[in-house]
Every structure is written in C-alpha cells, then in structure tokens.
C-alpha cells in the first residue's frame, strides 16, 4: 500500500476484510520504501494514493514496470479528478477509484488478481512454447537423420541441416518445390509403415541407400513428416562381409578341392614318369609322356592359385621393399604385355619396408598386369606406381583390418576399356571372367584379393568405362631395412640308396611313389594309414618316411610325433596337396624334417630325398 494516511490504509484494509479476505499488507509512503518493498516479496496488487508528500502514483508506475514485475496497480485517491486518473490509466494503472466508495474495491481487487493469474499463466505457457521450439530447433539442426515435412499438396515444406547433406542439397533451393524431386517416386505411399529401405539420387548423381520411414502430422492438414537415414555406408560394410563371408566358403571349398586335385595330379605325374623310365629315349610315346608332364605341371600352377586364393598357399614373408618386386618381374612383363602397350614404372624414391613373400606378390603384379593387357586389345599405356601413404580415418573406417596408418602403395593403372559399374561388384569373385570362353580362368583377381588379404593388405579399385582402370594394393609397413634374396643354387641330382617307407592313403599316389623310388635305387616299402606304418617301422630298418600329411584314422601330423617318439633317427619327409602352411611347427623346426608340396616331378621327389637323408631340410 502506497499511503501516507495510516487512518486511509486502515479503511481499505477494513473494505477488503468486510468482504471476507484474509489481507496481509505493508505500507510505504516514500520512493525509497516502495523501492525496497517492491522487491522484497511477492505481491498480489499495490493500491496506491495518487499523490504524498514525496511521492506519487505516476513515479511508483514508472519504478513498478522498471523493475519487470507483473503485479496489478490500483488507484485509490480522494482528489484525484478525472484528469489525472486517465493520465495514470495509460501510464499503467489497471483501476482507479475515490476512497468515498471502497465498495468496489474488493471487487476490482478480485479481478485484477485473476487476470494478472491468467497472464502469468499465458507466460508459463508461452514459454514452455518457445522451450520446445528452441529443443525441436536443436534436433532438426543436430540429429543426424533428416527430417523433411511436405504439405498436403506434396510441396516440400522444410528440411533439416542432416537433410541437406544427406541430398547434397541446400533447403532454400527446393524448400516450395515438389518433394519427389529429392525424395523417392511414391514415399507418401509408406505412411505408417515403419522403416523403409529405398534409394534416392543426390543432386551430384549419385545414389544414397535410405532408410526411409513417413508419418502424418496431427492437426488433420494432411502434411507429412519423412525421416530419413543414409545407411550408404551401412549398406556397403554388409555387402562387403557377405562378399567376404562368400569368399571364404568358396575358398575352403577351394582347399580341399586343390588337395584332392593334387593327389590326382601326382598319380598321373608318378605314371607318365613311369612310363618315361621303361620306354627308350627315342620311342614316339616319349614325346605323349612329356605332354602329359607338361599339363600336369600348368594344372599344379592353377591349383597353387586356388590355395593362394583359399590362403592355404605358404608364405615365405621377409622384409622388402616393393621397388624389388617391380624391378624383378619388369623385364617379363615387358615380354608379356606385348609391343602395343607401353609399360611405365613410377617408383618412390625411399618405399618403406613391408613384410611379404616376393613370390606372391609378384605373381599379383603379373595378374593385374596381364588383365589390364588384355583391357587395351588396340595399345595403350600401363602404368605401374609405388608409393608411401598415411591412410586416413576415413581409410581406415572402410577397411577395419588394417594395422596400422604407414600403408605402401602398389599401383597398376592402364588406360583400356574400362570395367561397367555392374560388373566391378564381382571381379574378385572366383571363376567370375568377362573374357571369351577359353581366355581366362576367372581365378586372376581371386587370387589377387587371397594374396593380398594374407599380407594383412587391402585392394581398392576404381574404373572408368573407355578411359582405363586403376587397382591400388595397399601393403602395412614395417620397421626395418629390406633384407637382400637369398639365392640358392639347385640341389645337384641325388644319389640313390636306402629303404624308404612311403605313408600313402591314395593307392595310385602310393604305388606310382614306390616304383618311381625303386627304379631310382632305393628299397620301397609302402602302407595306407599309419598305424600300418608304425607296426612295419616296429620290425623294419628305415632310412626315410615319405609321410603325406593327411591321413584316416592316426593323421599324418600325429603318426610324426609318434614316429619322432619311438623311432628318433628316422627321417621324415612330409607330401601334401596343402602348403607348407599347414604343418604342425614342431616338424619345420626337426633338422631331420622336409616337406614337399604335391604335385612334383620325379626329379624334385629325389632332391628332397637327397635333401633329408642328407640333413638338410628345405626351408
């Protein structure tokens, strides 16, 4: 109460009371109080005299709305004309009545009361409001799907920021445009059906894969909310395991395929041999037998292929450098690729070191290298490039399987025809082949990704039609200095003698051993499985086990150890149509212990014969 009569005060205490009001109230005469008043607690209305001694109703108006508070002012005088109560009506004052009729004064109290509730009210709600358009604004701008709301006409209405680089567009250049210009032909049609997948074209051209979903928005105008998620990359991860997971199925089947293939392809090896040693020199089936050989070795290399692919083919990995390799195949690729193409090499000057077997690798470069020949049947130029790289994160995010950032580049680009977008997705498929029928296996590129993936490396490929293709091999590098070749000189022709037992559950496999070590002068023993073998080793003098690695029953690893254990001075030499790779450790470290890869010719079956007996085993 802003009153300098304390008898007044009383009186409209007591006109507020009669009406049945509890009436707390404090009472302030002077611009200072009012100030300190105002502040200090909160008031449900002011009833102010027009003028004091020191002060008035204007000055207390004017410090009321300074200070921001919405508390009804009323004005209670006993002089005030109509003048000066009109002046304080639009200086803020919510009423105004004379102290000769305090009969109104509850009422209007009441009222003003309500009303100052009514507008606290619509702030709270005003400002619950601008809250939820404030946390609404935040999530359109930083929630990583894209939202999209379209009129019922199909006009598109707004768009998120994620909506905008989801489309590779900006929202003021399609905002009032129709929606299916960025969104997929029929989308309303997915109202309330959940998530949906679908694809949509970016304004660069590219496709996006979406996760698409579309829901009506409450209020009866028909307009729709659409949310979408780019699961691209998604999209791209799944299609890669599945690739992977295909590829490793069809590689296991492609183990045991080459395994079996080999066995078969020794039979036939041991027979033609054989025949070679009991016919002459110059009979005419000589030169038959040689073919036969000659086709049996092309069918070993494309078996080695299909354990290179199954990565059941040994690594010999040392420290190298990728310059090496290049250099060591370049004058053949030149020979091979032909006077039309033109073969450039880009080499970096230091390449770090990586660790890998020079023999694969460059059986990768010759397969990359002969495809890309036959991609320029008219010429053109292929170029082979190496260089050091720090991948990146986004490198990195693609291909989860490399160890680490330092990454040297193998690179071979040609400028042919290209490959289509269609048949890109497939070229490291295994027996998949664009070429005509009897030019190409389809196992080139297989065996490519196969070696490549067992160096810990990953392949990338890029290509476009009529303008050449590019395949980049990315190798993890190593610490070190590359470590020079060591070249070894061919084993001289073995000498002959000693009783050999050859372990052998292939009878065909078995016998053609056994006669070709007997025509060589050695004394053949021969058994099916090893427990067989361990009962002949029991009564008989042996100087070599041929033990093949895989065997029913007692496995040939375990018969080893079981030889190793009761007969410690045998040697032993392990065939396989596996790699090395599948040896136990145990026997690659025995001194007395060679392996032999099938199939061989007669010639390799007596140098490792020479090798082991003699105590130096292969490596």
């Known amino acids: 109460m802003v009153e300098d009569s304390e008898a007044d005060a009383t009186l409209i205490v007591h006109a507020l009371q009669a009406e049945g009001r509890l009436v707390r109230f404090h009472r302030v005469d002077t611009a200072e109080g009012f100030q300190e008043a105002l502040l200090s607690a909160p008031w449900d209305v002011i009833v102010s005299d027009h003028r004091l001694p020191q002060f008035d109703a204007l000055e207390a108006l004017a410090r009321l709305q300074e200070s921001g508070l919405d508390v009804p002012f009323i004005l209670v005088s006993g002089t005030v004309d109509e003048t000066n109560a009109i002046a304080a009506m639009k200086a803020g004052a919510h009423d105004y009545l004379m102290k000769d009729n305090l009969a109104r004064l509850a009422p209007a109290v009441e009222r003003e009361c309500a009303e100052a509730a009514q507008r606290a009210a619509r702030r709270r709600a005003d400002a619950a409001l601008r809250r939820s358009e404030m946390d609404l604004r935040a999530v359109m701008e930083h929630v990583p799907d894209g939202l999209l709301t379209v009129s019922a006409g199909g006009l598109l209405v707004s768009m998120?920021?994620?909506?905008?680089?989801?489309?590779?567009?900006?929202?003021?250049?399609?905002?009032?445009?129709?929606?299916?210009?960025?969104?997929?032909?029929?989308?309303?049609?997915?109202?309330?059906?959940?998530?949906?997948?679908?694809?949509?074209?970016?304004?660069?051209?590219?496709?996006?894969?979406?996760?698409?979903?579309?829901?009506?928005?409450?209020?009866?105008?028909?307009?729709?909310?659409?949310?979408?998620?780019?699961?691209?990359?998604?999209?791209?991860?799944?299609?890669?395991?599945?690739?992977?997971?295909?590829?490793?199925?069809?590689?296991?089947?492609?183990?045991?395929?080459?395994?079996?293939?080999?066995?078969?392809?020794?039979?036939?090896?041991?027979?033609?041999?054989?025949?070679?040693?009991?016919?002459?020199?110059?009979?005419?089936?000589?030169?038959?037998?040689?073919?036969?050989?000659?086709?049996?070795?092309?069918?070993?290399?494309?078996?080695?292929?299909?354990?290179?692919?199954?990565?059941?083919?040994?690594?010999?990995?040392?420290?190298?450098?990728?310059?090496?390799?290049?250099?060591?195949?370049?004058?053949?690729?030149?020979?091979?690729?032909?006077?039309?193409?033109?073969?450039?090499?880009?080499?970096?000057?230091?390449?770090?070191?990586?660790?890998?077997?020079?023999?694969?690798?460059?059986?990768?470069?010759?397969?990359?290298?002969?495809?890309?020949?036959?991609?320029?049947?008219?010429?053109?130029?292929?170029?082979?490039?190496?260089?050091?790289?720090?991948?990146?994160?986004?490198?990195?995010?693609?291909?989860?399987?490399?160890?680490?950032?330092?990454?040297?580049?193998?690179?071979?680009?040609?400028?042919?025809?290209?490959?289509?977008?269609?048949?890109?997705?497939?070229?490291?498929?295994?027996?998949f082949t664009t070429k005509a029928p009897g030019r190409g296996t389809g196992l080139g590129l297989a065996v490519v990704h196969g070696i490549v993936r067992q160096h810990q490396g990953v392949v990338e490929v890029s290509s476009t039609p009529s303008k050449g293709s590019t395949f980049q091999i990315f190798l993890p590098a190593i610490e070190g200095m590359p470590l020079e070749i060591e070249r070894k000189s061919r084993t001289p022709a073995p000498r002959a003698g000693g009783t050999v037992l050859v372990v052998e559950d292939d009878a065909a496999v078995r016998q053609g051993l056994a006669r070709l070590l007997e025509r060589s002068g050695f004394r053949a023993l021969t058994a099916d499985d090893a427990e067989s073998a361990l009962a002949l080793l029991g009564g008989v003098a042996v100087d070599l086990v041929i033990l093949d690695a895989v065997l029913p029953g007692l496995s040939g690893i375990a018969a080893y150890r079981t030889i190793h254990q009761r007969h410690p001075s045998a040697r032993v030499l392990v065939v396989s149509g596996y790699g090395e790779g599948q040896m136990d450790p145990e026997l690659r470290r025995d001194p007395g212990t060679s392996f032999l890869q099938k199939p061989f010719t007669h010639l390799e079956l007596l140098e490792a014969v020479q090798r082991v007996l003699g105590g130096r085993a292969a490596r």
């Open 160 to 431: 998120n920021p994620a909506a905008e680089r989801i489309f590779g567009v900006e929202a003021s250049e399609v905002v009032g445009r129709p929606a299916d210009e960025i969104l997929p032909p029929g989308f309303q049609g997915y109202v309330g059906q959940g998530s949906r997948s679908s694809e949509a074209r970016r304004r660069d051209g590219s496709m996006v894969h979406l996760e698409m979903a579309v829901a009506e928005v409450p209020g009866g105008d028909q307009r729709l909310v659409v949310s979408v998620r780019d699961v691209t990359e998604r999209k791209r991860l799944e299609a890669e395991v599945q690739r992977t997971q295909k590829m490793d199925t069809v590689g296991m089947l492609a183990g045991g395929v080459a395994h079996d293939f080999n066995n078969v392809l020794t039979g036939i090896q041991s027979a033609a041999a054989l025949a070679r040693l009991d016919l002459p020199v110059d009979h005419a089936a000589q030169t038959d037998l040689a073919e036969i050989e000659r086709q049996c070795q092309r069918a070993a290399a494309l078996v080695r292929q299909l354990l290179a692919f199954a990565k059941r083919q040994p690594l010999a990995q040392r420290s190298l450098s990728l310059n090496q390799v290049v250099l060591d195949v370049d004058s053949l690729l030149r020979r091979v690729i032909g006077e039309p193409v033109k073969l450039e090499t880009q080499l970096a000057e230091e390449p770090w070191t990586v660790s890998g077997d020079p023999a694969q690798l460059e059986q990768v470069l010759m397969n990359l290298c002969v495809n890309a020949r036959d991609a320029m049947p008219e010429g053109g130029t292929l170029t082979v490039r190496t260089r050091n790289v720090e991948v990146d994160a986004e490198f990195a995010a693609r291909h989860s399987t490399v160890p680490g950032k330092r990454m040297v580049e193998l690179s071979v680009r040609d400028t042919g025809v290209g490959i289509p977008a269609g048949t890109l997705e497939r070229i490291f498929e295994p027996f």
